[in-house]
Every structure is written in structure tokens, then in C-alpha cells.
């Protein structure tokens, strides 16, 4: 008796499993500027559409693992043949720039941050709100902060 209640459930799921992949419909449809479009309506537009068969071989065999799997890299990127490309020597400049850039920036910076150091110090003396002169002083010491990790990160 127990196998009769579970068969009928049972073979109701195997059929739902099994016909499930071929409920979709997938339709492609090209449009008068031969746009190709794929969708799981048909148009009711000007485009012609035709359905694709989607065949699925659910006995198709798991592939077969012949041994590690191992990342293919290369140690330069090689773009098309019309791609630009930077000589070592601009490389060198361009780099040189950004460094000189970021250690005025730097420089910039922490005199900003002396000054609002400064204002903060004067604002306590004058037993006033702080509050503004704290969060100028904070700002600038986060920006000398990544100013400095960026510079660090150069090469």
C-alpha cells in the first residue's frame, strides 16, 4: 500500500522534471535594418520572426577531466595590431609626472592641514564650537592619508 502512495507523486515528479526544459520557446526576429533580436514572444511587428529548436541530450556524458586545471597567463596582453602603444621610455615620463603630481598634492596638503590645525587650536582657546575646525582637520588628514598610500603604491 505504501509503495502505491508514493508511486503516483512519484512518477508525476519524474514527468514534470523531465518535460520541464521544453516549455520555452525561444524566437529570433530580424527587423527591416537586419537587427537581430531573440526573444521568448514572437513580434507582432513588421520583423520576421522564426522560431529556434533548442535541442537539449540530457544523456549527454559529464566531460571528462584529463588533470588539473591550470590558469593560462601571459606576462604581457597583446591588444590588435592597430592598438597604440606607449614606448617604455614615455611609460617612464608618464610615471615620473603622476609621482611629481602627488608629492605636490601631498605637499599641498599637509600645509592645509597645519592651518586647519591651527584654526582648530585657536577655536579651542576661544572655548568655542570646535566642531567645524575638527571635521576640516579629519578631511585633511584622510586625504594626506591616500595621498601617501597612492604614492607608496607607485612603482
Known sequence: MKVKKFLLPGLFLVSAVTTWPACGQIYRCVDADDHVTYSNMMKKSKESC???EIIQDSAMPARAQTGPVRAVTTSRIQGPATFPRVTEDEQKKR???RRAILE???SDELKKLAQAQR????QQNRKGD???QE???AQHQRNV???NKEIANLK
Open 50 to 52: 522564426t522560431r529556434v
Open 135 to 137: 571635521e576640516r582637520v
Open 95 to 97: 610615471e615620473n609626472d
Open 104 to 106: 605636490q598634492e601631498f
Open 145 to 147: 592619508d591616500a595621498l
Open 130 to 132: 570646535t566642531k567645524p
Open 119 to 122: 584654526e582648530l587650536e585657536e
